[in-house]
């Protein structure tokens, strides 16, 4: 069966190299027109129009005629960006992608005044238009979907590894729930990131359990945008490493829609179907996906769906509404505990404990209004709502557990882990919302423009975490161990003045937040139950500059406050006691270049430098090997990012489009600075001062070398490098019985894929680990593998 299963891939395969060789013989190039008017419909003539092809760097300006119309003819097909504004109006700026041979028109409203952002992305966009990121007085990356469908990435891992600065680590192989660290961060649950879905909190419980044990199909998103500078104050709570915003993408002018199908090996199967219009002035996009597969591991498959509906209205063109709605389901056969040493020995993809079982339920809504007030003044307000439930059923959490239950007679070992031995069920409910509305306002104070803006936000977090230890391996009841409330309440504001200074942007500005936490323990006291509770305030600076010499080179810096404030379990205890726990506290800086050297040629250079007061640095994790948490005095990050982009057909003027991308991270300095003492348990007095952070690789490198043509052929073959890490803060090198401990040795794996679009259908074949290398990812609960080879061939149909 296995192999006739392959049989579909091979002539896939086939098929697509076939058609692609055909395709070459036509060029078929798209083309883009539009209309230019204000607030009454009136035409706008000569207004400066300009259309950009950020991955790249292709630029075309021109002016529009007297009936306030445009146009251009002989476009490659990709993702675009349009922007229009004249003499005393504001800038609108829309994105299209353009299909091959397809041809697009678009319309902008233009209103008075001299703000420099569309109204339909205020309080969504982080980075914003080209315009607005060529500003920013800090590090930033966009990656756009044409990026992502060259390679086909399969997870959130694949498509954030193509960001200078971010280190993705596997777990399960699906990438279902990302460890993502940045700039020498452990990457552990994603903790240290702040992750944004149109500018909304993503997370369940950002301020009280910053942890990804959920996060979106990357499927679903349009872009990306990484920012990892001073700019993320305007944001919060997380401003140490950066934060990274998913764009939804918006409803199409016209009918339109697609089916995608793809299938491989080990089971794996994604169906997804959108669909979207715009009646009168309601746009709607439906979008549905549903995938399975089977993981790095025996006896680990995952089964999800993934269901969202996103309606934008707009009264006006002052003013538009922004509804979205979401469910997720997940049914996972998936362990949380990784392999001893001789485990991994024996079969690195093993995984006795097929009991284990993980399900997710999760429903969120949202609402944004954008406001125009005048040309000058804009509000945005964003509403959100989220319910989330996870239950995990396992019967080990990491591998000194063998298992859970061991200790009941009942069970005695693994000898009866599928018989007599029980099971534990880590239970939880959350509960998030909030209300954040935000303030741009153009101005002139004493001679000198800027565009500031100001914010509030109100959030809420309510967590219902029980524990219940059923007496076989399949229940999914059983005895209360654990009944906790938990509730966080915070309250923040910021205010941030882009400053136009002798051609210099001057950024200064600041957040405030405000944390209550509060815990009670329904299980204490007879079951009369005990509370404590705990609050702290926090003022975060921050300010960045940024000069720009045309549209090809832009230098910046800053410095700013990173804060990360403790989960409400690290400073409340189960007796209700207060724990002493200071926040996690750095001072951030960097300095850079984002340079366009010409069309077709992109280079990006940061050096950054996070000095850390206070980092909470936990040797392991799950129960693994020193889970208590301390404040855990200083470290040190220093290193350099560099990311770009080589494109043959901007550069020669041809319709072959050879290019080469690459984003790499060189961190020589993550290390234990001042009087600091190992978190292993059995280690407590050994000094770990100067030793390297774990999980903290010195080099991280993705590159790729790719072929596009116009008729609608491309093809990509891209390597990804992570160098030594090590598994825990002693630095230990050879590995330890439980597999928790060790150097976790350098890995280089590659990938390709090949792409034809005819018409409205698009064939393709995708290879991820092409030489199928064995290579470890993790040891914080055990030993884990990376994924083995995937081999998938697909098709989307659009209509």
């Known amino acids: 069966m296995r192999r006739f299963g392959l049989w579909p891939i091979v002539v896939a395969v086939l098929v697509t190299l076939f058609s692609a060789h055909a395709g070459l013989a036509q060029s078929r190039s798209a083309a883009l027109s539009g209309d230019v008017v204000d607030q009454t419909g009136a035409a706008i003539a000569h207004a400066a129009v300009v259309i950009r092809r950020d991955s790249t760097g292709f630029e075309q300006k021109l002016d529009t005629d007297a009936q306030g119309s445009f146009g251009v003819s002989d476009l490659p097909p990709g993702e675009y960006e349009a922007s229009a504004t004249g003499l005393g109006f504001t800038v609108a700026v829309q994105r299209v992608s353009l299909g091959v041979g397809e041809t697009r028109r678009l319309r902008f409203t233009l209103l008075v005044g001299g703000l420099t952002e569309d109204v339909t992305v205020l309080g969504q966009e982080v980075a914003g238009s080209h315009d607005r990121l060529l500003r920013l007085p800090g590090s930033v990356d966009v990656v756009e979907r044409e990026t992502l469908d060259a390679s086909h990435v399969l997870t959130t891992n694949e498509a ?103 299938g491989g090996n080990r089971s794996y199967f994604n169906g997804r179907v959108n669909y979207g219009n715009t009646v009168g002035s309601t746009g709607y996009l439906f979008d549905y996906m549903r995938k399975q597969g089977d993981g790095a591991r025996e006896n680990v498959n995952s089964k999800l769906n993934d269901v969202n509906l996103k309606v934008v209205r707009t009264l006006s063109p002052k003013q538009t509404w922004t509804f979205r709605g979401n469910y997720y389901s997940e049914d996972s056969n998936i362990t949380y505990s990784g392999l001893r040493e001789s485990e991994y020995l024996a079969n690195p993809r093993g995984n006795p404990f097929e009991n284990d079982f993980f399900y997710i339920d999760r429903y969120g809504t949202s609402a944004t209004n954008a406001y125009t007030l005048n040309g000058n003044l804009a509000l945005a307000t964003n509403v959100y709502f989220t319910s989330f439930r996870r239950h995990w059923w396992r019967q080990s959490s990491n591998s000194s557990q063998r298992p859970n239950d061991s200790a009941d007679p009942a069970c005695g070992g693994m000898a009866n882990l599928s018989t007599t031995c029980g099971i534990e069920g880590r239970l939880r409910q959350y509960y998030t919302g909030g209300v954040e509305p935000r303030l741009r306002a153009h101005h002139q104070a004493f001679g000198i423009p800027g565009e500031a803006e100001v914010g509030a936000r109100v959030h809420f977090e309510r967590q219902d975490r029980r524990q219940e230890n059923g007496d076989s391996p399949t229940a999914r009841s059983g005895v209360i161990i654990e009944d906790n409330l938990r509730y966080t309440q915070a309250y923040s504001t910021f205010v941030q003045d882009s400053l136009l200074v002798q051609g210099w942007t001057i950024t200064p500005g600041f957040r405030v937040e405000h944390v209550r936490h509060e815990r009670t323990n329904r299980l204490a006291n007879s079951g009369a139950g005990v509370t ?268």
Request: avoid cysteine; proline fraction near 6%.
């Open 160 to 262: 954030l590894r193509k960001v200078a600065g971010l280190h993705l680590r596997d777990e399960e192989g699906l990438g279902l729930r990302p460890n993502i660290g940045i700039r020498g961060l452990n990457p552990t649950r994603s903790n240290k990131v702040l992750l944004l879905e149109d500018g909304i909190p993503l997370t369940y419980a950002p301020y009280g359990d910053n942890a990804t044990y959920y996060h979106p199909p990357i499927e679903r998103f349009g872009r990306i945008e990484v920012l990892k500078g001073g700019a993320q104050i305007a944001y919060g709570p997380q401003t140490v490493g950066g934060l990274i915003n998913y764009i939804t993408p918006m409803p199409p002018v016209r009918s339109a829609g697609s089916i995608t199908l793809l």
């Open 532 to 799: 404590g509770d705990t609050s702290l305030t926090q003022f975060v600076p921050g300010i960045g500059a940024s000069h720009t010499r045309g549209e090809w080179l832009t230098i910046f810096g800053g410095v700013h406050r990173g804060f990360a404030p403790p989960r409400t379990e690290d400073v409340i205890t189960n007796q209700g006691g207060v724990v002493e726990l200071d926040p996690e506290l750095s001072w951030n800086y960097e300095v850079g270049v984002r340079s366009t050297l010409r069309p077709g040629a992109r280079l990006d250079a940061t050096f950054f430098r996070m000095d850390f007061e206070n980092q909470i640095v936990p040797a392991s994790v799950a129960g693994g090997v020193g889970a208590t948490l301390t404040n855990g005095g200083s470290t040190l990050h220093q290193g350099l990012e560099l990311a770009g982009r080589l494109d043959s057909a901007p550069l020669f003027d041809s319709t072959h489009n050879a290019y080469f991308r690459a984003a790499v991270t060189y961190v020589p300095t993550a290390r234990f600075t001042g009087v600091r003492s190992s978190g292993v348990s059995g280690f407590n007095n050994v000094s770990i001062t100067g030793n390297r952070l774990p999980y903290a690789p010195e080099w991280l490198t993705t590159a790729g070398l790719g072929y596009t043509h116009r008729s609608g052929v491309d093809a990509l073959l891209e390597a990804v490098y992570a160098g030594d890490q090590f598994g825990d803060d002693l630095n230990t090198v050879t590995g330890t019985a439980d597999g928790q401990r060790g150097l976790i040795p350098g890995y280089v794996v590659w990938n390709t894929a090949v792409n034809h679009t005819v018409g409205r259908t698009t064939l393709f074949v995708t290879v991820k680990n092409v030489f199928d290398r064995m290579y470890i990812v993790d040891r914080t609960r055990g030993l884990l593998p990376g994924s083995p080879r995937l081999v998938q061939a697909g098709v989307t149909l659009k209509f």
